[in-house]
């Protein structure tokens, strides 16, 4: 299994801090949450009123062999899959690569529920390139 320490300790909490600045006012915090079905999921930003659940994700597009990544594809329409379930007044997936978000953006075109929008969040070139290293040894 991958080793996902550098994205839950610093490219997690720098998305936390964008969506800060980018919704004034609120705070995020990784987060459990009860879902309409009865159940829980953690999601990885939601805002101190609960208004605001966000799932983050730090995928890369292609495979190692170049490849359209499937497993990583149904991994985002989990993720939307819980956030469907959640009563939030804004719920958001955002990608943290922008080949992730563009090639999502149109592979999910017509499959995304309403109220729910793919946001990306460019990282800065040193954490990209060392979530790039990170990813090319899992």
Known sequence: ?????YIKTEVEPYVRR????KYPGHQFK????KLTT???????AVSEDRTIVAGIKSHSWKTRGGNIPSGKINALY??????????ATTKLLVL??????DGFRTTSQGKVA???DLVPC????HMAEKLASVQANA
């Open 122 to 125: 460019p990282l800065p070139a």
């Open 114 to 116: 309403a109220g729910i």
């Open 1 to 5: 299994m991958a080793d996902t320490t």
């Open 78 to 87: 989990a993720e939307l899959y819980f956030l469907s379930l959640v009563k």
């Open 18 to 21: 964008w969506l800060a600045g």
């Open 30 to 33: 990784k987060l459990s949450l």
């Open 96 to 101: 943290t690569d922008n080949e992730v978000y």
């Open 38 to 44: 009865g159940g829980e999921h953690e999601f990885d």
